[in-house]
C-alpha cells in the first residue's frame, strides 16, 4: 500500500509557472506508475500526464502539451508536474496518483490509478 500527499499548490498569474509534487510513502515507490489528474469545479477528474517506473516514457494530455513537464525521483519516492505558460482553465484540485504492479503503458484513465492523494489547489488568475 502507498500514501500520497501532494504539496505545492497555490495562486499564479496567467502565463506563470508553478510546480508540485507528491510524496509517497513506502518502499515500493520505483515500481508504481505515477500520474497527475487535475479537476475543476463542476467537470469531470481529467488526466494531466503520466510517466512510468523508470522515467523512459511520460504521457502528456493535448491540453497541457508543450507546457506541463512530469518527473519523478525514485530516491526521493516524489513526483513533480512542472507547469508552464499557465492559463485560466488550469484552475483545478490537481491530484496524483500511483497505478500499483504490475502496470503497463501509461493509462489516461482514473480507473487505472489505485492511490490517490488529497490533492492541492491550484488556482490561474487572469
Do not use: H
Amino acid at each position: 500500500q502507498v500514501q500520497l500527499a501532494e504539496s505545492g499548490g497555490g495562486l499564479v498569474q496567467a502565463g506563470g509557472s508553478l510546480s508540485i509534487s507528491c510524496v509517497a510513502s513506502g518502499r515500493t515507490f520505483s515500481s508504481y506508475g505515477m500520474a497527475w489528474f487535475r479537476q475543476a469545479p463542476g467537470k469531470e477528474r481529467e488526466f494531466v500526464a503520466a510517466i512510468s517506473r523508470s522515467s523512459d516514457s511520460t504521457g502528456y494530455a493535448d491540453s497541457v502539451l508543450g507546457r506541463f513537464t512530469i518527473s519523478r525521483d525514485n530516491v526521493k519516492n516524489t513526483v513533480y508536474l512542472q507547469m508552464n505558460r499557465m492559463k485560466p482553465e488550469d484552475t483545478a484540485v490537481y491530484y496524483c496518483a500511483a497505478d500499483s504492479p504490475p502496470n503497463f503503458g501509461l493509462p489516461k484513465i482514473a480507473l487505472a490509478y489505485d492511490y490517490w492523494g488529497r490533492g492541492t489547489q491550484v488556482t490561474v488568475s487572469s
